[in-house]
Structures are given as structure tokens and as C-alpha cells.
């Protein structure tokens, strides 16, 4: 008998093989669909190159969450927040642990989960946009996050907290709120929205915008709202039990500052966030989508309050409220944002409070797909983008050295023995998880004092050892105070005080 159930279908008598399946999957793949893979894939591979290059350049922040990441991992700590903090879930932390116990500590083992949270980030946008529009413009909103200039790219795979993970589980809560409405869907709703209410509240108006989604989809069925509550408060637990501290933390840290900053919150701002800018730097010309983006919201939405009038179907009703939903949480974040102190005092490194803005990328294209010119706007945007990029690859060099040195730095260390050192916060964790806590660093000012030291057993085993070192950037003002204070062992980039 030789027709088993079951029994896999053979081609020429020969079973079935991985590649086969491969290309029967992809040849069941539209057109569009398979330029997105493409299109994705790309920038999958051009964001594992960059990291392979110790691209972009890892800082004292992400080394803190990394210290994290080691803690969960070796079972000493379990921090619910950033440590140092009351607000900032420590999801990343928990992400990377896995891979801290299987292949030991690293940056790269600390951004490998991040790599993957972009990859889903592509393929939920993709859905999203095909969705609530069409599948070429779900094609090109691919397209322009396969990009990635500086700003864009440490948002994306630095594991300093809150980034990363915001807009694929952003962009998933939308697609929740848009299935059909099961008990399923509502707790997964509730489970993802709490998740992002403690991990990181810059996602806040996005989460809002898609509990109104939720709302319009699912009003004929109330009890699945009680699901929804309940699955959200198991999510934001961890937040739930410090709320009062972490909202007071919050508001002090945002304090001051009121007011419009057009340039730093929008025309600077807006260009810096999408991937439009070079490294540390917006040229002039470079700027002209931060005029376009607000213009297109506004357009944006009276294409979809015009379209959700002319609704006939619930579908349709609950499409347009996406659309619309898109359009008011990004301009909800640009504004919250321009009226910041952070807009205002230090644009630069602040644009990333405006990362969330990429989740609205097809809500923010769709006006060009309606006109006749819009085509080379889009070609523009993508231009622009590629530009920025290619000035991003073309710091690699200079990114890979300052790695380099702080591995030498570490080595240096070790090499001498020295185990118990201070310095300024920059250098501190940042050298602590380089040598696996086997250097020990407490935080002090440029004026020796002691600093923001974000894990307090540091600061106590540093004080307590018998003849701590110090160690500056060299040139920097603890340098030249520490410059006749004792033996120095010199460190490309760095100087070791004995």
C-alpha cells in the first residue's frame, strides 16, 4: 500500500526540501508582498552589518542596561525599571538575558532581540499599511523604514530602554484592534497595551489612538472591555505597583520649558527623527520634511474625515477611524514634543523622543499617493533618506574606533590588575559591562565628587577599596585636575590615574 495518510506529495518521487518549500511559499507571494521581503530583508542585512561593525557606537545608558541583562541572567536582580529610576521598563533587559546564558555577555548579545523587534516592526507596518490602504503603498512605507540614517538606527537597535520595542508592539496593538473582536484579540489588546504602559509612556497617544480603534471596532460587544482591563493590568503591573513615584519622577523630569520650539520640536526635530539627517547634523536642505510632514497630517486627515463621512459599512467606519487614529497620535506626539524643554535646549540627541512618528509613516504618505506630483515627493523622501544613510556608513570607521578603544581601555585595566576605579558617568557602566562587573565603577563629577551612580553597590565596593584608580578622557577637564596627582598609564582616548 503506498498512499499513506499523510504522507508528504513528492515531486519526481523525491520528498519535499526546505528550498522547495521556500519557493512554493514565495510563489504564493503577490507582486507586492514579494518587493516588501525584498525590501525588508535589506534592511534587516544592512542593520546586521552595522552592528557586526559596532554600528551606532554603544553608550553608558545601554551598558546599564546590559549590567541589567546580566542580572537577570545570573538570577541576582530582577529590575523592574531602569535602573537608577522609577519609569522605563527594563524589557530589553529581559529580551537579551537568554542569550547572555547562552552565548555570555555582549553588546551584540544585548542588541540581537532589537535586530529582531525591527524585523517585526517591517512586517507588522507592512500589514498595517496594506490594510488600511494598499499594497504599494504598504511596498514603499517598507521601502522608507528599510532606510536608516544615524538617529533613526540608534533608536532602533541601542538597548538603552523604551525605543526598540515601542512601535512594533505599537503597530501590533493597531492590528488588534482592527481583528475580529474575540476574546482572544481583546486580552492580547489588553496584554500588549499594558506592556507598553510600563515599558516606555513616549508610546502613550499611539495607545490612545488605538483604543479608539478598539472602541469603534468592538462597541456591540462590551463585556470583552472588562477582558481588555484586565489583561492590561496584568501588563502594566510592574508600573502599577510605583505609579505614584513614577509619575512624580516624570513630571520633575519634564518640568520647565513651556512653550512652542518650531525649530527644535518640528522643522529640525521632525527631519533628525525620520532618518532624514546626517549624524549630529540637519543640512538646510535637509529640513524641508519638516515643513512637508505637518502639511501632510493636515491633509491626511481631511482625506480620511472626508472618507469615514462617505463610509457605508462598519469595515469601512473602522478603517477610516485607523487612518484617522494614525494621523491625530502623530501629530498628538509632535506636539507634546515641541513643547518640551528637550525641543528647545538640546534638539540633537532629543529627536528621539519623536521615534514614534515612523508607526504613522503610511498615514503621512497616503495624501502623495492621492495627486499627480506625488510620486516625486515620494521619490524625494526616499532620496533624501538614502543620502542620510550613506552619510551614516561613512562614520563606520570612526564608530568602530571608539569601540576599539574602549575594549583597550577594559584591557588595559584587567592587564594591571586594576579592579576598583572611578570615573565620569560616560565611561562608568559603559566600562563595568565591558570587563563583566570584573571592573567595578563608581560615578564622580569633573570636580571628583561623586555623580549619578545608577546601581548603589558600585558606588559602595568602589569607596571601599584600598586604593581605587581614576580614569578621564583625556583632554577632558578630570584630566587636567588629575594630571600631577600620580602615576598615569596613557590609553588611546583615555588616561589611568594610580
Not at 501590533?172 to 484579540?185: C, D, I, K
Not at 481588555?228 to 512624580?248: E, K, N, R
Request: hydrophobic fraction near 55%; glycine fraction near 8%.
Amino acid at each position: 500500500m503506498t498512499g499513506l495518510v499523510g504522507a508528504p506529495r513528492t515531486i519526481a518521487g523525491r520528498a519535499p526540501t526546505p528550498v522547495s518549500r521556500w519557493r512554493a511559499w514565495l510563489a504564493r507571494l503577490d507582486r507586492p508582498a514579494r518587493v516588501a521581503l525584498l525590501l525588508g530583508g535589506a534592511g534587516v542585512l544592512y542593520r546586521l552589518g552595522l552592528l557586526l561593525s559596532d554600528v551606532p557606537p554603544t553608550n553608558s545608558d545601554e551598558a546599564t542596561m546590559g549590567l541589567a541583562a546580566l542580572h537577570i541572567a545570573e538570577g541576582r536582580d530582577f529590575p523592574v525599571f531602569f535602573y537608577g529610576q522609577h519609569y522605563m521598563g527594563t524589557l530589553e533587559a529581559y529580551l537579551a538575558a537568554p542569550l547572555f546564558l547562552a552565548f555570555g555577555p555582549s553588546t551584540l548579545a544585548l542588541r540581537m532581540p532589537n535586530l529582531l523587534l525591527y524585523a517585526a516592526f517591517v512586517l507588522l507596518a507592512y500589514r498595517l499599511a496594506r490594510r488600511l490602504y494598499t499594497p504599494w503603498l504598504a511596498v514603499v512605507t517598507v521601502a522608507v523604514l528599510a532606510l536608516g540614517a544615524d538617529r533613526v538606527v540608534k533608536n532602533q537597535l541601542i538597548a538603552a530602554g523604551g525605543y526598540p520595542e515601542i512601535n512594533p508592539l505599537a503597530v501590533l496593538l493597531l492590528l488588534l484592534a482592527l481583528a475580529r473582536p474575540t476574546v482572544v484579540t481583546a486580552a492580547a489588546f489588553g496584554l500588549v497595551g499594558g506592556l507598553l504602559i510600563w515599558d516606555d509612556w513616549l508610546i502613550l497617544p499611539y495607545l490612545a489612538a488605538a483604543g479608539v480603534v478598539l472602541l469603534v471596532r468592538s462597541w456591540q460587544r462590551p463585556r470583552l472591555f472588562a477582558v481588555v482591563a484586565a489583561a492590561a493590568v496584568l501588563g502594566a503591573a510592574p508600573q502599577l505597583v510605583h505609579l505614584p513615584t513614577s509619575i512624580s519622577e516624570y513630571l520633575r523630569l519634564n518640568e520647565g520649558g513651556q512653550g512652542f520650539h518650531p525649530y527644535g520640536g518640528v522643522l529640525f526635530g521632525v527631519p533628525m527623527a525620520s532618518g532624514m539627517c546626517s549624524p549630529s547634523d540637519c543640512a538646510g536642505w535637509q529640513m524641508w520634511w519638516g515643513v512637508a510632514l505637518p502639511v501632510l497630517l493636515v491633509a491626511a486627515a481631511v482625506l480620511g474625515v472626508r472618507a469615514f463621512r462617505a463610509a457605508r459599512t462598519a469595515e469601512e467606519r473602522s478603517r477610516q477611524v485607523a487612518r484617522l487614529a494614525l494621523v491625530a497620535a502623530a501629530a498628538l506626539t509632535l506636539i507634546l514634543y515641541a513643547r518640551s524643554a528637550a525641543a528647545g535646549e538640546t534638539p540633537v540627541e532629543s529627536a528621539r523622543y519623536l521615534h514614534a512618528l515612523l508607526v504613522s509613516t503610511p498615514a503621512v504618505l497616503w495624501p502623495l499617493w492621492r495627486v499627480r506630483f506625488g510620486g516625486v515627493v515620494v521619490a524625494a523622501v526616499l532620496a533624501t533618506m538614502l543620502v542620510a544613510s550613506a552619510a551614516l556608513l561613512a562614520e563606520v570607521s570612526a564608530y568602530g574606533q571608539r569601540a576599539d578603544r574602549v575594549r583597550q581601555l577594559a584591557a588595559t585595566l584587567e592587564r594591571y590588575h586594576i579592579t576598583r576605579v572611578y570615573a565620569e558617568y560616560w565611561t562608568c557602566n559603559l566600562l563595568t559591562f565591558a570587563t563583566s562587573e570584573r571592573v567595578i565603577c563608581a560615578v564622580v563629577t569633573d570636580d571628583l565628587r561623586p555623580g549619578l551612580d545608577r546601581y548603589p553597590a558600585y558606588r559602595r565596593a568602589v569607596d571601599s577599596a584600598a586604593d581605587p584608580a581614576y580614569v578621564a578622557v583625556a583632554g577632558s577637564p578630570m584630566d587636567a585636575r588629575l594630571r600631577d596627582s600620580g602615576f598615569a598609564i596613557a590609553v588611546p582616548g583615555y588616561r589611568v590615574y594610580r
